[in-house]
């Protein structure tokens, strides 16, 4: 969870430094400001996609090694009901390959804004 809130924080610091970006090159005169603000954007992005990409295995183990076996071994669910709470658990699980996916279409997203 608090990988997941980072990444978030990442995110939305990436954002601020690009809004900031073209006041603080016009406040310091210096375009290489500009580049160092888009290399630090890039970076905060590819950590955010691996911090994304770290977190999959973790939420396939809960769902797939701790989840199923304990909704099977309770009987919380009918034996019938097992496959559809499986596939409710993938797709759980595969919701952080998807806000991995995201954040690299974001980043391709940014580089073609800025035409790099």
């Given at each position: 969870t608090q990988i997941a809130k980072?990444?978030?924080?990442?995110?939305?610091?990436?954002?601020?430094?690009?809004?900031?970006?073209p006041l603080l090159v016009i406040i310091a005169k210096s375009p290489a400001i500009l580049l160092v603000q888009v290399a630090?954007?890039?970076?905060?992005?590819?950590?955010?996609?691996?911090?994304h990409a770290v977190t999959l295995p973790v939420e396939f183990d809960a769902s797939f090694k701790r989840a199923l076996p304990i909704l099977a071994g309770g009987r919380?669910?009918?034996d019938a009901d097992l496959p559809a709470a499986r596939t409710i658990l993938r797709a759980a699980a595969?919701?952080?390959?998807?806000?991995?996916?995201?954040?690299?279409?974001?980043?391709?997203?940014?580089?073609?804004?800025?035409?790099?």
């Open positions: 980072n990444a978030g924080w990442l995110q939305t610091a990436a954002t601020v430094i690009l809004l900031a970006a630090a954007i890039g970076l905060i992005a590819l950590i955010t996609v691996l911090m919380y669910i009918p595969l919701t952080y390959v998807a806000a991995a996916a995201m954040s690299v279409i974001n980043i391709f997203r940014w580089l073609r804004f800025l035409r790099i």
